[in-house]
């Protein structure tokens, strides 16, 4: 019996000891002996075994005949098997024996009987809770699961979808108010504040490219009818350089609107089927001539059939970009290559050079808005190719990257292929 069940056993003993030994106190043997007659009278309806006996052991009250030598007068509960009187059969009982100051003895005992037919009761009642409780368990676990799956299902739909740019995707609520609601709600919360920034951003960068475009504009086709006329030759130069300089800015304001529609999705509805080895192949012819000043030979190599749903403008001049930056900052490599294939279902575009090619650690830094590395910054650019390139790649549900062409620089357009008509 393990220390729980010995406590719930004694509890109620002791507290009838306590009344036996409160009985001796106030009345002595005498008022001690009516207690215990009083006890042992209850023999069929008690679960108790209880004696009282004289120093010389003979008995004075109980419902036991004699004293039962297996008992000591020790203080501790001990098991014993005791014959009540008209009972008729033995039981087990947890007994006490305890000896008075006048030399009396008074042994007290709970029968066991009762006890281990709880404890059994219980273990079956816990057996059948377990085989209960294990199914359901089981159940409802699968069911947290399932519920859990299709959260974090929808969790990764939403972030799939607002990582390629669809800020306006949001997570289903049902308004229950429950955990899984109100994270969906704080997130949709978050994509709504993502979103407002974003917008702002957009129409600050377009506002401002649109202002500052027209009056350049202006400025370099008054620049480019005064230098004819100007007679000397020194002012001619220094409209020429100023022209330049605003042409550099004007491009600079149309990169930044067209990175900016890109980011936006703005052109999606005008695609069309864009045929991307034509494409390069033109792309090759018109470089062409750039790269043979700068020394440097441009080889294509592309499969036929090629095609993917996109702007043709946007795709030339993303491409356009890593052509000029191969030409700029690889020409060390006399060679610079351009490939298209197909791989599955995604079309790459390729263009790679022998060059110093740009640390990996530093590829991020170089994809950044007006991220110049610190040997670009030397040449003419304005640090907005590459983020185009980007853009562009985004607008088309495709990717773009930089990698390693051991040695040089590989740049990657991968962009879903059209499907077969």
Known sequence: MDEILLSEFTRPLEFRQSNLDKQFRSGG??????????????????????????????????????????????????????ERDGIGHSEQFLVRAKELPTGHRVLLGGLLDNRAEMQEALLTALIAALALAIPIGLVGGLALARQMNRMVAAIGDLGAHVSVGDLKRRAATDGSGDPVDRL??????????????????????????????????????????????????????????????????????????????????????????????????????????????????????????????????????????????????????????????????????EVSDRSAGIPEERRAEALRKFGRLDHARSTPGSGLGLTLVNAVASLHSGSFELLDHRPGLRAVIALPASRPT
């Open 184 to 349: 969906k709600s704080t997130l949709n919360q978050m994509l709504d504040r993502i979103q407002k920034l974003v917008e702002e951003h957009r129409i600050l960068t377009d506002a401002l490219a649109h202002d500052l475009r027209s009056p350049l504009t202006r400025i370099s086709m008054q620049l480019a009818g005064a230098s004819p006329v100007c007679g000397k030759q020194d002012h001619a130069e220094r409209f020429e350089m100023i022209g330049q300089e605003v042409d550099g800015v004007l491009h600079i304001l149309e990169s930044a609107l067209q990175i900016s529609r890109a980011e936006a999705g703005t052109g999606k509805e005008s695609f069309e089927p864009v045929d991307v080895s034509a494409m390069m192949q033109d792309l090759c012819e018109i470089y062409g001539p750039l790269a043979s000043a700068a020394k440097v030979r441009l080889e294509f190599e592309g499969e036929g059939d090629l095609v993917v749903q996109g702007d043709r403008v946007l795709l030339a001049r993303a491409v356009s970009n890593l052509i000029d930056n191969a030409i700029k900052y690889g020409a060390g490599g006399n060679v610079i290559y351009l490939r298209t294939e197909r791989e599955g279902h995604t079309v790459r575009i």
């Open 29 to 82: 043997i005498p008022k001690l002996k009516a207690e215990v007659e009083s006890r042992a009278a209850r023999v069929h309806h008690d679960q108790t075994a209880i004696l009282l006996v004289d120093p010389a052991g003979r008995k004075l009250a109980g419902n036991l005949a004699v004293w039962p030598a297996s008992v000591p007068v020790s203080g501790g509960w001990i098991p014993a098997t005791l």
